[in-house]
């Protein structure tokens, strides 16, 4: 590996925040999984009939990170993915229970942000085997829920769904299966 080109600075808009959040199970997605062309991903193969599924939240309280770390010369990549869903309820708590019961065998995001960029996570070349406990997908970190104790506190849970890997995410330009 080597250095192959510089960087151009960006004199366009880079709004922070993120658009859209979709997941599905690291197990509906096939054998062929995410399709990478020129650095990027161009499509995701799922098994019959799986789709992702979109989750909203509340705005302004959605991000993706990632932060690589070098340690006896090896990388390691904590990618997360982190949402509020607002107004605790009985179909929250069902679908949280659903995050905290996929995550021994994990889950992959569609991430896109808000300059309408969609990033992978939970996912990479390196660690792309069908066999889950080699894939490296995401999982529940923490969920955090409160109702809050005055009329403006926030009343929800914060959600942060994290994968360690080594590789950085990659950018999906297909569409979402949904």
């Known amino acids: 590996m080597s250095i192959t080109a510089g960087f151009t600075k960006t004199c366009t808009a880079r709004s922070g925040g993120v658009k859209n959040i979709w997941l599905a199970n690291r197990t509906d997605i096939a054998a062929a999984g995410f399709t990478l062309a020129s650095g990027e991903y161009s499509a995701v193969t799922m098994e019959s009939a799986k789709v992702f599924y979109k989750y909203q939240f509340d705005e302004d309280t959605a991000e993706h990170r990632h932060s690589a770390t070098i340690e006896n010369l090896s990388t390691q990549v904590t990618n997360e993915v982190e949402f509020y869903l607002g107004k605790m309820s009985t179909l929250m708590r069902t679908r949280l229970q659903e ?18 960029v969609k ?9 792309n085997a069908t066999i889950v406990e080699q894939g490296r997908p995401l999982m529940a970190n923490t969920i955090d829920g409160a109702s809050g ?30």
Do not use: R
Request: proline share 7%; hydrophobic share 40%; with cysteine.
């Open 99 to 116: 995050i905290l019961d996929i995550s021994p065998c994990g889950m992959v995001a569609i991430v896109e942000d808000n300059n309408s």
């Open 119 to 127: 990033w992978v996570y939970g996912y990479t070349e390196n660690h």
């Open 149 to 178: 104790k005055v009329f403006t506190d926030p009343n929800g849970a914060n959600v942060i769904l994290q994968a360690i890997n080594n590789q950085l995410p990659l950018v999906f330009t297909g569409s979402v299966p949904v």
